[in-house]
């Protein structure tokens, strides 16, 4: 059976130096409260405010996983030491065209996304976490 069938997906790209522990699964938890209406969107505002602390419950962890790695800085200070080493780069237009960057998209969709639909299918962690926040009921 396909794992798209009736469901709707919504593939997230998160881009960022460095995060806090949940802090991907939190922001896409207040993301997917806004979109069904049970937050209002200036929550985001109040949630990077110093002055107020609030709660929000993570979303699963089930689907998460590190995509790309960018080494924009360490190869900044790699230039600076040893300009006879190649820059780590695996995110440029040139790198998406090489044979090991397809490969990599080709078994990302293949195995790793399809998975990911397989399993929140068969154990529906999101829909769960969305009956627990109090789905019908709106704040």
């Known amino acids: 059976t396909d794992p798209t069938d009736g469901v709707q997906w919504i593939p997230t790209v998160v881009l960022g130096q460095s995060f806090l522990l949940h802090q991907i699964r939190k922001m896409i938890s207040v993301a997917m409260d806004v979109a069904r209406g049970k937050v209002e969107i200036d929550l985001f505002d109040m949630a990077f405010s110093k002055e ?19 080494f924009q800085r360490y190869n900044q200070k790699l230039t ?11 995110g440029s237009e040139e790198a998406k065209d090489k044979p090991a960057a397809k490969r990599w998209e080709a078994f990302k969709r293949e ?3 399809r998975h990911i639909m397989e399993e929140e299918t068969r154990e529906n962690n999101f829909l769960r976490h969305l009956y627990q926040q109090g789905f019908f009921n709106k704040a």
Do not use: Q, T
């Open 111 to 113: 195995k790793i996304e």
């Open 80 to 90: 600076k030491c040893n300009a006879d080493v190649s820059p780590l780069d695996w």
């Open 52 to 70: 107020r602390k609030f709660n929000v419950y993570p979303a699963p962890a089930s689907g998460l996983f590190l995509d790309m790695s960018y």
